[in-house]
């Protein structure tokens, strides 16, 4: 049965089988497409309106989602809290009633509180594409990131994933655990135990390693997280600079992986700390493709949300 | 003024008996086969059955100062529906009921609208702030029955076994919230395998035991009166039962939620499944129906903390923590615990009546002669289901909203009088 996606949720990816993903990364692969062209702009979604609802603050995500919609010719209109009203007190609820009277067709929500996304959905009707929810979930990163690597292996199969970092903190890291086991391939996540979340093996079935050699070893892909200065300051660390010995991706340690294993970074990155240049502007690298392909991954999603078509 | 209870089971030493009941002068005056008195009042039970009015000692009333979630009458009136007589009064109010003046307003107020008892539970440290020792004494001479700073926890050792001795000195127990703050730290849930799903940062059950582990000490050394306040991890209950064993004069107390719920409940972001302690996993909650079972629970305690929808209807690691419980207690543990035959009948009973009147020596409890009539009528073969509407509390935040579970009050009876009468 082909996959239906008209008015779906994007929460995270548990809802979404691994038919679903892989019709998703076909839907991209057209997206790409067009993104190559001249005249990068397809009219599918001319009268429709997304609405870009940004609690946290971050440019780049924002970008790619808006872009995304222009791209397939919705209306745009971005509300951040920075300049807005929930700052004065209001609360999401009103916030999005306030929204949803003026005709929203579709949210992407970007908030440090999990579970708002699917409040956004309780309060307006509309279908929400999460685009990150505090640690909880990141569903079009990991998309992006599968995609990605399904495009440069053809098959995520059997694939030994390792991602190296702040797991704890790592909302990029749940969903692509989620998405990734679905599409068969075996994940190794790695960092110091105090930045390691409880249970890990149980809840998602990786395996957890916090050395990095070991969780190198035979790597077919290794992706490198942003190591962020405030965890030191919380007491899970005690400098850049031994975090950096230790788990740093560089021409050293990613000798224990495959030779032609591919380096991913969901950015902003912190050179020289949890990746060294060499890697970050390697051969083997796709850091910068992930981003290109990140506009892809949300115009195959809102197309397939809302065209009705799927 | 003379009433009859007639037609019921009256639970008598941990038994359902076929027997009438008379009641005179606010007192149960006779329990026998046949009462053949004349009565101004009759209440055919329709074969229900009569228990004593239960007593909750862990309540937040919201009077004075948060009257949008609760007030005293209000919540009393919900706690009469849920089948109690007398409820104790959390001092975290606003301002905080740390003084005379204070406790004597609740009192007022209960005497003039209460539809059960009120006993106040005075704070422990001036303002709940952790910094001094309250008026307790001058407030034990006013009425209160316990100290607390619920909500709170008093981090300063120094200053606990200070509060200790004290309490001691005038034989007043100290109820404490077991809560470490920095291990707690921003926590929503609890730590473990629905804090790592949810990206929810974790409440470790280590930040209630290393404070439960520190205050038997400190009680110890102090010689007073320790009760533990909604206890919910499998070590905490360890840590009571070495107590225990030792002779300490250490009791605890469990809520209706972490007998029934895990943090799994938590899994879809529902607010009403946020508070504190939070909801543990499965092998905890087993560990307390388990201590229940066997006795080392000293009683079940609602923790019934009303907030209203607009406070709890928000992002969930922005909603204040805390659910109601009155109205929902016995229903759901009877639904969920006695039916499925993991707990008798008596147990719950019990823990809801007679057990917890000896935590803090409060009147009421058992059904007997010359006792004041405090009762309350329960059909277990009827249902009832919780919804918006039907809920007495000015706050709706339960977990168990529009769910039916068995068993329904019919009546509640205090000194003789009907508080809570099923329409």
Redesign the interface.
């Given at each position: 049965m082909k996959p239906q996606f008209s008015g779906r949720n994007v929460f995270d990816l548990d809802d979404y089988s691994r038919e679903d993903i892989l019709y998703i990364l076909e839907a991209t692969k057209s997206m790409k497409e067009i993104n190559l062209r001249e005249y990068k702009k397809i009219p599918t979604l001319k009268g429709k309106t997304i609405c870009t609802l940004f609690v946290e603050n971050s440019t780049r995500t924002r970008m790619s989602f808006e872009l995304a919609a222009n791209r397939l010719s919705a209306d745009v209109v971005s509300f951040q809290a920075s300049v807005s009203a929930l700052q004065k007190g209001e609360s999401l609820q009103d916030t999005v009633y306030t929204l949803n009277a003026m005709g929203i067709d579709l949210y992407c929500i970007r908030h440090n509180s999990p579970g708002s996304p699917q409040l956004v959905h309780k309060y307006s009707g509309k279908p929400v594409i999460n685009g990150g929810d505090g640690r909880h979930a990141h569903p079009t990163q990991a998309l992006l990131d599968i995609y990605s690597i399904w495009e440069k292996k053809g098959d995520l199969d059997g694939l030994k994933v390792t991602i190296v970092g702040d797991i704890l903190n790592s909302r990029v890291v749940r969903s692509n655990l989620i998405g990734m086991a679905k599409l068969g391939a075996k994940v190794t996540v790695c960092g110091p135990k105090t930045l390691m979340p409880g249970s890990m093996e149980s809840v998602y079935g990786c395996r957890v390693e916090y050395d990095l050699a070991r969780a190198l070893h035979d790597a077919d892909v290794v992706m490198g997280l942003r190591m962020q200065f405030e965890r030191m300051t919380e007491g899970l660390f005690p400098s850049l600079e031994e975090y950096s010995k230790h788990y740093v991706l560089s021409s050293q340690t990613l000798k224990y992986a495959k030779p032609d294993a591919l380096i991913m970074h969901p950015g902003p990155m912190n050179r020289g700390v949890e990746i060294l240049p060499e890697i970050a502007d390697g051969e083997h690298s796709i850091i910068v493709e992930q981003v290109a392909n990140g506009v892809a991954v949300r115009m195959a999603l809102m197309f397939l949300i809302l065209s009705g078509k799927a | 003024m003379k009433t009859i209870i007639k037609n019921a089971l009256i639970y008598l030493d941990g038994k359902l008996e076929r027997k009438e009941l008379l009641i005179d002068n606010k007192r149960i005056a006779q329990i026998a086969d046949t009462i053949f008195d004349k009565a101004d009042q009759i209440i055919d039970a329709g074969g229900a059955c009569v228990f004593p009015g239960f007593i909750d000692i862990h309540a937040h009333l919201r009077d004075p100062g948060q009257t949008h979630k609760e007030d005293i009458k209000s919540g009393t009136q919900s706690a009469a529906k849920g089948g109690y007589t007398l409820v104790c009064a959390m001092p975290n109010t606003d301002p905080v009921t740390d003084n005379i003046a204070s406790v004597e307003y609740i009192q007022l107020r209960a005497k003039e609208y209460g539809s059960v008892r009120v006993y106040v539970i005075g704070a422990l440290t001036k303002h709940s702030l952790g910094e001094e020792i309250s008026e307790m004494a001058t407030m034990k001479s006013g009425g209160i029955v316990a100290v607390s700073d619920d909500g709170k926890c008093v981090q300063n050792a120094r200053l606990m076994l200070s509060c200790l001795r004290y309490a001691a000195n005038f034989d007043i127990p100290v109820i404490i919230h077991p809560e470490d703050y920095a291990l707690a730290g921003k926590g929503q849930i609890s730590?473990?395998?629905v804090?790592?799903?949810?990206?929810?940062s974790?409440i470790p059950g280590l930040a209630e035991e290393v404070i439960i582990a520190r205050d038997i000490m400190l009680a110890e050394s102090a010689g007073a009166k320790l009760h533990i306040a909604h206890i919910s991890t499998a070590r905490s209950l360890q840590l009571v039962r070495e107590a225990k064993e030792r002779g300490l004069p250490v009791t605890c107390e469990v809520t209706p939620h972490h007998l029934v719920l895990t943090d799994e409940a938590c899994l879809?972001?529902d607010t009403n499944t946020k508070m504190k302690p939070p909801l543990r996993s499965e092998s905890d909650r087993l560990a307390c129906v388990q201590a229940l079972n066997d006795g080392l629970i000293d009683c079940i305690a609602t923790d019934h903390a009303p907030h209203a929808d607009?406070e709890k209807?928000?992002?969930?690691?922005?909603a204040p923590f805390g659910i109601i419980g009155f109205e929902t207690a016995f229903g759901i543990l009877y639904d969920r615990l006695v039916k499925t035959k993991v707990i008798e009948l008596s147990t719950l009973v019990d823990n809801l009546s007679k057990k917890p009147a000896k935590v803090l020596n409060l009147p009421g409890g058992e059904i007997k002669i010359g006792v004041k009539a405090d009762l309350t009528i329960i059909d277990l073969n009827a249902s009832t289901t919780y919804t918006k509407e039907n809920i007495l509390s000015k706050s709706k935040n339960t977990p168990w909203i529009d769910q039916t579970i068995a068993s329904k009050v019919m009546y509640t009876i205090k000194s003789g009088i009907i508080t809570y009468k099923d329409q």
């Open positions: - | 730590a473990g395998k804090a790592t799903r949810t990206g929810l974790g879809n972001f607009f209807e928000r992002e969930f690691d922005h």
